[in-house]
Nanobody
Framework: QVQLVESGGGLAQAGGSLKLSCTVS????????LAWFRQAPGKEREFVAA????????NYSGSVKGRSTISRDNAKNTLYLQINSLKPEDTALYYC?????????????????WGQGTQVTVSS
């Protein structure tokens, strides 16, 4: 079993940056493809970014591509998401998710394990 704990959320101003972290425990993180999803108030949870086990492959949603970077430090069992040029529409609860298979999937159902989320609020 794997446990995921997100941190790094908070209040930021539009145009600013935030770096989210997700610690992976229970098994070494190299077992898992890791991803970030987010859920804004009143909306469905959506894919943000995914990264392969060895950190080489990456996949981004169109809403963050070009202004965000997903990365991982397997030695620290930690996943990161850096978002720059923040927009009010980035306001959401951000979740870390994990799965065993290699593909950088974008669907919620592909990921069996989830964290509790960290809130990001961007003010205009």
């Amino acid at each position: 079993q794997v446990q995921l704990v997100e941190s790094g959320g908070g209040l930021a101003q539009a145009g600013g940056s935030l770096k989210l972290s997700c610690t992976v425990s229970g098994r070494t993180s190299t077992w898992y493809t890791l991803a970030w999803f987010r859920q804004a108030p009143g909306k469905e949870r959506e894919f943000v970014a995914a990264i392969g086990r060895n950190g080489v492959g990456r996949n981004y949603s169109g809403s963050v591509k070009g202004r965000s970077t997903i990365s991982r430090d397997n030695a620290k069992n930690t996943l990161y998401l850096q978002i720059n040029s923040l927009k009010p529409e980035d306001t959401a609860l951000y979740y870390c998710a994990a799965k065993i298979s290699d593909n950088l999937g974008t669907k919620e159902w592909e990921y069996p394990w989830w964290g509790q989320g960290t809130q990001v609020t961007v003010s205009s």
